[in-house]
T-cell receptor, first 114, second 118 residues
Framework: GESVGLHLPTLSVQEGDNSIINCAYS??????FIWYKQESGKGPQFIID?????DKRQGQRVTVLLNKTVKHLSLQIAATQPGDSAVYFC?????????????FGSGTRLQVQP | GAVVSQHPSRVICKSGTSVKIECRSL??????MFWYRQFPKQSLMLMAT?????????EQGVEKDKFLINHASLTLSTLTVTSAHPEDSSFYIC??????????????FGPGTRLTVL
């Protein structure tokens, strides 16, 4: 898969505010989407996923919204905490069932100001 | 549950040497493992997909003779960077797709291996 990631846009929020991180995906055939959190020097950590037959899914403090019409995905984090500071990647599942490789978006750095 | 480990976490080697990185699924069987490479401030780029007991499928532009992948069991995959050069310095991350789990498409990632080639 390909990914474009020459620059990391940054979202800066105050502690306690809600954060919204956006992602545009490319392939209209993608049917599974995941948000990952990556802290410096660590591997990506699964946050939440959503399948293409849904447009919203909620977890603990996080909500993922999927708009297939415009191929847009967003991650909402409620009451953002300093521990939420990290780089967030969306990923889409492309490929046949046997392969199921992920293609990652370019990522967004979330900075939470205390 | 769904823990993936990598070893080593950091490795520094001389140019021309080979380095092996291990990826293990600790509490589940992984039908498929993936290897990614990540350069600083960039996203993850898929290098190859490996299925247990079969040859890995490499992405376009990834040299299979340079990045040897062995998926010998349902819990272990190895990536060997042969004749490493400074441009191979990167963060290598593996992931495993769980078998017989609710989210069967979910990939669980290892903590990554920082390779520095001098």
């Amino acid at each position: 898969g390909e990914s474009v990631g020459l620059h990391l846009p940054t979202l800066s929020v105050q502690e306690g505010d809600n954060s919204i991180i956006n992602c545009a995906y490319s392939n209209s055939a993608s049917d599974y989407f995941i948000w990952y959190k990556q802290e410096s020097g660590k591997g990506p950590q699964f946050i939440i996923d959503i399948r293409s037959n849904m447009d919203k899914r909620q977890g603990q403090r996080v909500t993922v919204l999927l708009n297939k019409t415009v191929k847009h995905l967003s991650l909402q984090i409620a009451a953002t905490q300093p521990g939420d500071s990290a780089v967030y990647f969306c990923a889409e599942n492309i490929g046949d069932t046997g392969r199921r490789a992920l293609t990652f978006g370019s990522g967004t750095r979330l900075q939470v100001q205390p | 549950g769904a823990v993936v480990s990598q070893h080593p976490s950091r490795v520094i080697c001389k140019s021309g040497t080979s380095v092996k990185i291990e990826c293990r699924s600790l509490d589940f069987q992984a039908t498929t493992m993936f290897w990614y490479r990540q350069f600083p401030k960039q996203s993850l780029m898929l290098m190859a997909t490996s299925n247990e007991g079969s040859k890995a499928t490499y992405e376009q532009g990834v040299e299979k003779d340079k990045f040897l992948i062995n998926h010998a069991s349902l819990t272990l995959s190895t990536l060997t960077v042969t004749s490493a050069h400074p441009e191979d310095s990167s963060f290598y991350i593996c992931s495993a797709r769980a078998r017989d789990r609710g989210h069967s498409d979910t990939q669980y990632f290892g903590p990554g291996t920082r390779l520095t080639v001098l």
